[in-house]
């Protein structure tokens, strides 16, 4: 079925937690713009009746044996969905999607976590140089390059 909506299409993804409050605080104001297709590893997620969301498998440092299921779910609900871009805010789950974004050509941004105030995150520093825009909600992490800062994110 394809979609009757003309805004262009964005795959939002997160962990659970705080990674998905910040997602979803990020998103409510891209809402106007972008159709956003959610997902997420927990299925306790209510979504209103416009959200779309997928429920996919967590992994996390600690089972990395997940990252293979979790990305064949991610390949098929981008090829399913057809993205213009991905963002996450973490971890895991978003790390898988932003390297499957990547060898898919999709455009993909990266929001490191507000709780990682000292130094980037671990799923962070995996896709550093990948993911084409990349930010930071404290200043003081930004490089100006690579890792940029524009303001207070939430």
């Not at 997420?40 to 009746?49: E, G, I, R, T, Y």
């Not at 090829?79 to 898919?104: C, D, F, H, N, Y």
Request: proline content about 5%; hydrophobic content about 45%; charged content about 20%.
């Amino acid at each position: 079925m394809m979609s009757t909506s003309k805004k262009p299409k964005l795959l939002a993804i997160s962990s659970p937690g705080g990674h998905w409050i910040q997602l979803t605080r990020i998103c409510a104001n891209l809402e106007q713009n972008y159709e956003i297709v959610y997902a997420m590893p927990d299925a306790l997620f209510k979504p209103s009746k416009q959200q779309k969301i997928y429920t996919i498998i967590d992994v996390s440092a600690d089972d990395k044996w997940k990252l293979i299921p979790c990305a064949f779910q991610l390949l098929r609900i981008m090829l399913k969905e057809r993205p213009q871009a991905i963002i996450s805010t973490g971890a895991a789950p978003g790390a898988v999607a932003i390297m499957l974004g990547k060898v898919l050509r999709i455009r993909t941004i990266w929001v490191d976590s507000i709780a990682n105030v000292k130094k980037l995150s671990r799923a962070g520093n995996m896709v550093l140089g990948k993911a084409d825009v990349f930010l930071t909600q404290w200043e003081h992490l930004s490089n100006g390059k690579d890792i940029l800062f524009k303001g207070a994110v939430l």
